[in-house]
């Protein structure tokens, strides 16, 4: 519950700091936040401090995600953007399902230690791809079609 409250703040805060900073890059800057989040989720702390990280880093985790949702006007014209935000949404769910799935195997094969790394990684690995948006909208806007790659690996990442 609590990390979802976080998540509930971290909407209404990341979509103030997109409309002034931009989507690709509120969004970049809240997955490697994410992914400090989750390391210090790694760390024995106080009961207290872990509940107030687990709300931290609720506000960048989810936030990130739906930032790159807003981001797909930047990557697709009008006409590819029902497609590339179902690629967008599509990829996310994926991993939405494949993270935890990741972190069972994980557990059950008494790796669970790496279990708040793998979410850092995934965190770092969303904060590079989102942040490369920029080049494949440079790319892309040429007279050939934007490429869906960018956008929607990004999204299965949180």
């Given at each position: 519950m609590?990390?979802n409250?976080g998540?509930i703040?971290g909407l209404?805060?990341?979509g103030r700091?997109?409309?002034?900073?931009?989507?690709?890059?509120v969004?970049?800057?809240w997955?490697?936040l994410?992914?400090?989040?989750?390391?210090?989720?790694?760390?024995?702390?106080p009961l207290g401090?872990?509940?107030?990280v687990?709300?931290?880093?609720?506000?960048f985790?989810f936030?990130?995600?739906?930032m790159v949702y807003?981001?797909?006007?930047?990557?697709?014209r009008?006409?590819?953007?029902?497609?590339?935000?179902?690629?967008?949404?599509g990829i996310?769910?994926?991993g939405?399902?494949?993270?935890?799935w990741?972190?069972?195997?994980?557990a059950?094969?008494?790796n669970q230690s790496?279990?708040?790394t793998?979410?850092a990684?995934a965190g770092?690995?969303?904060a590079?791809?989102?942040a490369v948006v920029?080049?494949?909208?440079?790319?892309g806007r040429?007279?050939?079609?934007?490429a869906?790659?960018?956008?929607?690996?990004?999204a299965?990442?949180?």
């Open positions: 609590v990390i409250a998540g703040v209404l805060i990341a700091a997109a409309d002034r900073f931009g989507a690709v890059r969004s970049a800057i997955f490697v994410t992914a400090a989040g989750a390391l210090l989720l790694k760390s024995q702390l401090v872990t509940y107030a687990v709300a931290v880093t609720g506000v985790l936030s990130a995600q739906v807003a981001a797909t006007n930047t990557v697709y009008d006409s590819e953007r029902a497609a590339g935000l179902g690629w967008v949404t996310g769910r994926t939405a399902v494949v993270g935890p990741l972190i069972g195997v994980l059950t094969n008494g790496w279990g708040f793998t979410f990684l770092l690995v969303g590079v791809a989102i920029p080049l494949a909208r440079r790319i040429s007279d050939a079609p934007a869906p790659a960018p956008v929607a690996a990004t299965g990442l949180s």
